[in-house]
């Protein structure tokens, strides 16, 4: 065990993404790991798209007011978020304004931005949202703690008794995610901490319609007493990598506080008014984190579906290029992330190299190759080749793609 690295080593050596003193605590994405980024975001969108999410984005800077209308500026702390005084000339008074911690409160805004009716709820707002939250330099730490992060956020606006089922959903989600990268989960219950909004009344309802969602699914919860959000209680997963650490990483929070704050209403059968209830919920919090959680599992060597290179094409010497770049195309056609080896180095260093760089399919071709319209594939642990026609090696890798499969 003692060879494992870190996600910021791993994040350099294999030009995914870094961290610089020019911006303590924002990563820069270089291309390859720009595109594990992009994986998930696609992964994520599938997800919320298939549950009936409606995608939406919100400002990044917006006036303080409106965390403290929330109640964020007094819980939150303001010291925890960036405030700029933006001041105009024309302005009477100091005009404040905040880089969002958070996506809720504006996302109460796109709720209110017309009359509701009880016909369009549950209303699931899916949001991929950058935020800002003032983590102190010394704290800050690789992209595990971060001072900008993006979060995989979503409010969904509901009646009182669609709680149980939206919450369901929301944890068959989480669980079908986790296990698709080959981690162990658990579920928390966080109950009412001591300082909170709200009144008890609905805190023991909150509390209560989460503990119910879980029971009836048949899982365990351990417990967080007292841990749950200033508005809510929460539902926390905590997963567990390949090296038995663990992470908390998603949750599901419910609110009758932000609701209650805002004045959200929405017309109910009757053509009267009613407060829906406010259920917050990340999948897996934010990429930042989460990918660099992803990096130290895998230990770079990432699933096919998420490799930044999928294939590694390795001509033996020069005069086999011509047929290298043949068999590119060809994978090119078919979507997949594939790369020419047309160094003059030896055949064996150039396989060394693309193990090193954890490309899971290195392609070998020669003369036989050439003539038979084949290619020689070798996965990145196996140290035997097959040789298979193009079209089977395609049909082969996509298979293990689309199946999101750990190989
Ligand atoms: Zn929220």
């Keep these: 065990m003692s060879d494992l690295k870190d996600h910021k080593q791993l994040g350099q050596e294999l030009e995914l993404f870094f961290t610089t003193e020019i911006a303590p605590g924002a990563p820069f994405w270089l291309p390859r790991g720009m595109v594990i980024f992009k994986e998930l975001e696609k992964y994520i969108r599938e997800l919320t798209d298939a549950a009936g999410y409606l995608e939406t984005s919100t400002p990044i800077m917006v006036k303080s007011k409106l965390f403290k209308e929330s109640g964020h500026w007094d819980k ?6 960036y405030n700029l005084d933006l001041t105009e000339e024309e302005d009477k008074e100091t005009v404040m304004y905040s880089l969002k911690p958070m996506n809720c409160p504006e996302s109460t805004i796109l709720y209110r931005f017309r009359p509701r009716s009880y016909r369009e709820l549950p209303l699931r707002l899916s949001e991929i949202g950058r935020l800002h939250r003032r983590e102190k330099s010394g704290e800050v730490n690789g992209l595990l703690r971060v001072r900008q992060l993006t979060m995989d956020d979503a409010h969904i606006y509901a009646r009182e008794d669609q709680i149980f089922d939206e919450v369901s959903n929301i944890l068959d989600m989480m669980i079908n995610f986790y296990k698709s990268f080959g981690f162990e989960y658990e579920f928390r219950l966080a109950t009412r901490p001591e300082t909170r909004a709200g009144s008890d009344e609905n805190w023991d ?7 119910n969602a879980i029971n009836k699914k048949g899982l365990k919860a351990g417990d967080k007493m007292g ?5 809510g209680p929460k539902i926390d997963v905590h ?4 090296q038995g650490r663990e992470w908390q990483l998603a949750t599901v929070q419910l609110d009758f506080h932000q609701p209650e704050a805002f004045k959200l209403e929405y017309i109910d059968e009757k053509g009267e008014k009613q407060r829906p209830v406010m259920i917050h919920r990340a999948i897996f919090g934010s990429f930042e984190r989460f990918i660099a959680i992803l990096t130290e599992h895998f230990q770079g060597a990432f699933p096919t579906w998420l490799s930044p290179v999928q294939v590694m094409i390795i001509p ?4 086999h290029l ?3 770049q ?3 195309e060809q994978l090119k056609g078919s979507n997949l992330r594939v790369e020419v080896d047309s160094r003059s180095e030896s055949m064996q260093s150039k396989i060394r190299d693309a193990q ?19 290619v020689a594939v070798r996965q990145r642990s196996e140290q035997k080749q097959e040789v298979l026609k193009i079209e089977e090696f395609i049909s082969q890798i996509n298979k293990t793609i689309e199946s999101k499969s750990q190989l």
Aim: hydrophobic share 35%; aromatic share 10%; net charge negative.
């Design 316 to 319: 033996i010497s020069e005069k």
């Design 205 to 211: 309802k909150a509390e209560k319609e989460l503990a």
């Design 227 to 231: 841990d749950g959000a200033f508005y």
């Design 76 to 81: 939150f702390g303001e010291h925890n978020m």
């Design 322 to 324: 011509e047929y290298a």
């Design 356 to 374: 090193m760089q954890k490309v899971p399919y290195m392609l070998v071709v020669g003369d036989r190759e050439a003539s038979e319209n084949t």
């Design 239 to 242: 997963i567990k990598d390949s």
């Design 326 to 328: 043949n068999v590119l």
